[in-house]
């Protein structure tokens, strides 16, 4: 499966942003899709998770009740809807794609087969 993340942008404190990730190639109703951060200080940072079939969601604690991730699985699309965001939320944002359903991994980068190529998010003023 091939991932397309698009979306960010610049922001100032306290708006909002959504982030959309396109899959292709495969049946993306099957996959799982997830959304890390990186910094250059810090290392891929699960951010929240839709699991296929279902959709079980969830969130890391920086960004529960701020970001809600969703999934269109009709136009192969999940997204993730980014309000009251702080510069804390600055980074470079990904999505990826895996099969594994196990809740207790689906935090973990290498749970992850597939991933898009990023997307930027500068929370400025």
């Known amino acids: 499966v091939q991932l397309q993340a698009s979306g960010g942008g610049l922001r100032q404190p306290g708006g909002s942003l959504r982030l959309s990730c396109v899959a292709s190639?495969?049946?993306?109703?099957?996959?799982?899709i997830g959304w890390f951060r990186q910094t250059p200080e810090l290392d891929r940072e699960f951010v929240a998770v839709?699991?296929?079939?279902?959709?079980?969601?969830l969130y890391a604690d920086s960004v529960k009740g701020r970001f809600t991730v969703s999934r269109d699985n009709a136009e192969n699309t999940v997204y993730l809807q980014m309000n009251s965001l702080k510069p804390g939320d600055t980074a470079t944002y990904y999505c990826?794609?895996?099969?594994?359903?196990?809740?207790?991994?689906?935090?973990?980068?290498?749970?992850?087969?597939?991933w898009g190529q990023g997307t930027e998010l500068t929370v400025s003023s």
């Open positions: 990826a794609a895996g099969r594994n359903q196990i809740l207790s991994s689906l935090r973990t980068a290498r749970t992850y087969s597939y």
């Open positions: 190639g495969s049946t993306f109703r099957d996959y799982t």
């Open positions: 839709v699991r296929a079939y279902g959709g079980t969601r």
